[in-house]
Every structure is written in structure tokens, then in C-alpha cells.
């Protein structure tokens, strides 16, 4: 057996040649991968060797001939194949291991200049595990140092690969050159070409849409079924997911997810993880039904729970700090369809054990920072259309104090402006139309979804009457501007004293001076947060 080893990340390649070579296999290689592997001490052949052509123009062609692609490409079973190889002194190849030049994390760089990301686009690398990979039935490719435990283990048990994993090595290929071609296309297609400037220290200006997008997702799992029984559905991941997003979770009990508990389960992990106090997010059907901070995980979900007992019911519910002992056994006693933390104490594990059916998941808080990366965030959101898909960044917008603009005569109190800015949090994550009215770090009142803004502020005080919570004294967030005074006498009728609105219509002052008229302040946030 003759194996060809090329690679640019070398972790872990001197331990898989020292296997192969214990195990009888030929190593043949390139460059720097035959430079390291000699240096090691084992029996390595160049591949100019082989080819009897030096490598050239800086190692752009070295592999790119047909010593190394016949021996790749020929099927032994065809006489005519080997009869070739013969005339021509072609030795086949049996195992080819390659990783490509590190296109995706040069122009992840800040200052990648367009020379070092078009000399990061490899070629005879593609080349090879394409060759290797189309004849996966004479040919085992490895791309990846986490495959090689695998090979070795069926090496040494059966002296050759199964016919299952060098298949599963070719899907894993091509898979890879679809990932990496991708990405070239991402990065080429958003680069704003400027011939006056081109130089070798060109940093070209990107555009956040590339000509052609390339979205590089990995199945997760197969679902039971989609939105409804009668439609099929599957998980996807990012490529690289960012640390802190759902997908990064680990479910620890509890039946499959469904495709609506995930939908669910995104919405309320990505509202409560925008929250720095310890924070309880209830959510059914793709909005926050009840939200609240408080000292602790205990507390925060006994005021989230507050706003909507009725809808809690089989809803999802997510927290920010580890669910102990006490918040565990006051969840326990509603229906829960799933429950996330970014950790569980040994004490809530075994309280809920007997919930064979309550899905628990465990997902890591992310590290924070400036970056929708460093957030756990995505940084583009889609959605399908009629043979189309809409592309946008997402809707990471966080609202600071001094972002608030005071449009009012009265002013609010320090209080108002802290529960103004948490109603604002929550109503970013509630289906536009949204109202959210909010009183000392909890949702009193949620009006979600409706045609009619007015017919969502009417709403959330009807909830807020259902449960028996008072709106006297409340503030009030609207994730959109109020066309007409109508919809701020609702929320001011119900018992709201302070609101916060984007700002932005015609009949701005209209609005104002109905804000005045009743005695309310209002404030502008100059963003709205429409969710669709």
C-alpha cells in the first residue's frame, strides 16, 4: 500500500505516518510535510521523485501530473486501467491524506491583503482529494486529522479500508472542496475591485453581500417531522458555530426535539443571554410569554411565570445562571416542554429525572464582546422567498441609557429608565406588532404579533388582567413607532406612566403632545426592532 501525505495543518500527521509506516505502508509526500516526516525519522519519498519533475514557482505545481493523478484516478478492476499505469511506470496510490491552505482563516484576518487570499487558494491539494475521492472505491482520502484514529484502527484490524469508510472519507471530501470553494467565492464575490490599487499590500474593501452566497451548513439530526406533522425537516449547523449559540448545546434527558422546540428554544436562549442579571425567559410559540431578572434563578422565573400562567403551560423556558435545587423544584411543577441553562446542579438533575419526557439542555454562556461572534449571535439572518432568499445582518442592536432621548415634558425616574430599557430588551424577541408592558425587571403584559398595534396593546392588558397583575405604574416598550396617539391611550389607559417608542412618524408631535396631555413621559429610542 502506498499512501501520498500533503498537508498544511500538520497536527498530528508525524503519529499517523509512524502508524502507516508500522504498518507496512510506502509514505510518499511533498515539501514541507516530507521535510517533517524525514526529520522524524522515517522513510519518506519526494514526490518530484516520483513525478522526476521539480517542484516549481514556489510550490504551486508539484502534484499536478500524472504519476499522481493516474495512480489516484485508475480503477483496478479495469484491465485496461492497469494495463496503462503499466506502459507508462504509474505505481497506483492507495491512501491520500491532504488539508488544504488555510483559505478561510487568511481573509478572516483583520488587514488580509487580496495577495495573501489568492495565494491561499490552493490547487493541487483540491486536485488530489477530488481525483482520490471520485475512485473512493480503490482510494481512501483523508482531509481531516480527526479521520485518522478511524483509518488506523481498520488498518491494523483488516490490513485495508472497508468499502464504508472510504465512502464516508469521499463524502467528507467533496464536502470539504464544496466548503472551501464556498468560501473563495464568498471572499472573491465581495471584494470591491480597485485596479488603481493594486498592490501587494491591497486590502480591498468587502461588501457584507457577496455576489454569490454560499451558505456551508452541517446536518445535525433528522427530525421527527417540520412545523406540522405532514412536513419533513432536519437540523443544520454552521460550518464553525459560534461558542454560546443553541446549536453549541447538549441535551441531557428527555425525548427528541422537535422542529418547533427548536425554533422555541432559539428564541429563548438568544433573549435571555442579552440579559447580565440573572434572567428567566418563558417563551410559547416563537414569543417570550413571561420574562424577568432577579437575584437569583429561583426569583427570576417565579416573576416570569407571573405574567402568563396559562401560556407558560408547555412552554419553553430558559436561564442564564445554573438551575439549583430551589428554581428546579418550582419548574417541576408546571408542564415544561424544554428547559436550558447554561448548567444544572447535580441536586436539579436528579429533581427532574423522573420527567423522563422534559428536555434538558446545557449551553454555555457565551464569552461576550464586541463581535456577533463573540456573542454567540449570527451575523446574518435569511429567510426563504418564492425562489429567492432576503439576506440582512442580524438585529444585534442593544440600546444603551444614553441612547434614550427624553421627548417629554415630565422626565422618568431612574427606575423607569432601567425597566424601559429591560421591556426593550424583551421586545425585540416578541412578533412585531409588539407591546411590552414591564415593572421592576418583569413582563406584566405582552401583546404580541397582531395586524394592529392597538389590538396588541389591548391584548397585553387583557393578559395582564387574566393574571390578575396590576399595570398601574408600568412602562411600556412598542418595537415600532405609534402612528397616531390612539395606541399611546391605550397603554396610558391601562395604567402605563413612562413609554418607549422609536420615534420616526409624521405625527411624531401628535404623539408628544398626547404624552403631555396625560401627564406620561415618552421617550425616543430612534431603532425599532420589528420581528417578523
Known sequence: MRALLSVSDKTGIVEFAQALHSLGVTLLSTGGTAKLLADKGLPVTEVAEV??????????????????????????????????????????????????????ATVAKAGCTLADAIENIDIGGPAMVRSAAKNWKDVGV????????????????????????????????????????????????????????????????????????NGQFIKVQDLRYGENSHQQA?????????????????????????????????????????????????????????????????????????????????????????????????????????????????????????????????????????????????????????????????????LALADLKVVTVKQPTQEELQDLLFAWKVAKYVKSNAIVFCKNGMTMGVGAGQMSRLDSARIASIKAEAAKLSLQGTVVASDAFFPFRDGLDVVVDAGATCVAQPGGSMRDQEVIDAANERGVAMVFTGVRHFRH
Open 51 to 104: 513525478t522526476n519533475f521539480p517542484e516549481m514557482l514556489d510550490g504551486r505545481v508539484k502534484t499536478l501530473h500524472p504519476k499522481v493523478h493516474g495512480g489516484l484516478l485508475a480503477r483496478r478492476e479495469l484491465p485496461e486501467h492497469m494495463a496503462a499505469l503499466k506502459e507508462y511506470g504509474i505505481e497506483t496510490i492507495d491512501l491520500l491524506v491532504v488539508n488544504l491552505y488555510p483559505f478561510e
Open 142 to 213: 483523508v482531509t481531516d486529522a480527526g479521520q485518522y484514529q478511524a483509518v488506523i484502527a481498520e488498518l491494523k484490524a483488516a490490513g485495508k479500508l472497508s468499502d464504508k469508510l472510504r465512502f464516508a472519507l469521499s463524502v467528507a471530501a467533496f464536502n470539504r472542496i464544496a466548503q472551501y470553494d464556498g468560501a473563495i467565492s464568498d471572499y472573491l464575490s465581495s471584494v470591491t475591485f480597485e485596479e488603481e490599487k493594486l498592490s501587494e499590500s491591497y486590502v480591498p474593501a468587502r461588501s457584507l453581500f457577496p455576489g454569490q452566497s
Open 234 to 398: 432536519a437540523l443544520y449547523r454552521d460550518l464553525y458555530p459560534a461558542p454560546g449559540s443553541l446549536v453549541t448545546g447538549v441535551q441531557l434527558q428527555g425525548k427528541e426535539l422537535s422542529y418547533n422546540n427548536i425554533a422555541d428554544a432559539d428564541a429563548a436562549w438568544e433573549c435571555v443571554k442579552s440579559f447580565e442579571a440573572p434572567a428567566c425567559v418563558i417563551v410559547k410559540h416563537a414569543n417570550p410569554c413571561g420574562v424577568a431578572i432577579g437575584k437569583d434563578a429561583h426569583e427570576a422565573y417565579a416573576k416570569a411565570f407571573q405574567t402568563d400562567p396559562t401560556s407558560a403551560f408547555g412552554g419553553i423556558i430558559a436561564f442564564n445562571r445554573t438551575v439549583d435545587k430551589a428554581a428546579a423544584e418550582a419548574v417541576v411543577k408546571q408542564f415544561v416542554e424544554v428547559l436550558m441553562a447554561p448548567d444544572f446542579t447535580a441536586e436539579a438533575l436528579e429533581i427532574f429525572k423522573p420527567k423522563v419526557n422534559v428536555r434538558l439542555m446545557k449551553i454555555a454562556l457565551p464569552k461576550g464582546g464586541a463581535s456577533a461572534w463573540d456573542q454567540g449571535r449570527n451575523a446574518m439572518d435569511a429567510k426563504r422567498v418564492g425562489s429567492g432568499l432576503l439576506l440582512q445582518t442580524a438585529d444585534n442592536h442593544e
